[in-house]
């Protein structure tokens, strides 16, 4: 069976109480999305992927991955606390520490029409306002704020904070965004060391 197609929107910072609860980073704005979706896919970090392996339903055509029912969740000190069907005690939770979590593409409600997924950003051609094309988005940082890193033609590495007064156009057909970044900050990439 070909692999289902997941979206990262979090990872597992601990357990919290007794009774399974999950702790986790979450990378999308609103928790709502929790009943939404409906079930989570976890996936362990291959130090403790044979310890949590047992009683959870493989993901299917996923390595690795185990698709849990979302019994409940609450929002706790900035973090989102969930209640999964089949993780019913602390040694349980733990066992997940460290683990990514993965919504089903299938599962995720239709973007709007100013909106676009993280996972569809790397690979867009980046330009500036003026025309010039400054590099290719090669990944995301989603936390604490999203942070594209931009390869440029010459191998330089850009780190771009993506804020909406900073991204001024995004053209998923063409395949490119147009960025107007704050004053400095290419320069602090570009210019080489002891320019004048």
Do not use: N
């Not at 239709?110 to 990944?139: M, N, Y």
């Amino acid at each position: 069976m070909a692999a289902r197609e997941r979206v990262r929107i979090g990872e597992v910072a601990r357990a919290h109480g007794v009774r399974g609860e999950l702790s986790l980073e979450w990378h999308v704005e609103s928790p709502e999305l929790c009943d939404v979706i409906g079930r989570l896919v976890l996936e362990p970090p291959p130090a403790r992927r044979e310890a949590v392996v047992r009683g959870s339903r493989p993901a299917k055509g996923q390595a690795g991955g185990r698709i849990f029912p979302i019994e409940s969740w609450r929002v706790h000190h900035k973090r989102l606390l969930v209640k999964l069907k089949g993780i019913d005690d602390r040694d349980q939770a733990e066992a997940w520490r460290g683990g990514a979590v993965y919504a089903l593409a299938e599962d995720m409600p239709p973007v709007g029409e100013d909106e676009v997924f993280v996972r569809d950003l790397p690979g867009l051609r980046v330009h500036l306002v003026d025309g010039r094309e400054l590099g290719v988005i090669e990944s995301v940082m989603a936390e604490p704020q999203e942070v594209w890193s931009i390869m440029t033609s010459q191998g330089v590495e850009v780190l771009f904070p993506a804020h909406p007064g900073f991204v001024v156009e995004m053209d998923m057909e063409e395949g490119k965004v147009v960025i107007d970044p704050p004053p400095g900050l290419l320069e602090l990439y570009l210019e080489p060391d002891g320019a004048d």
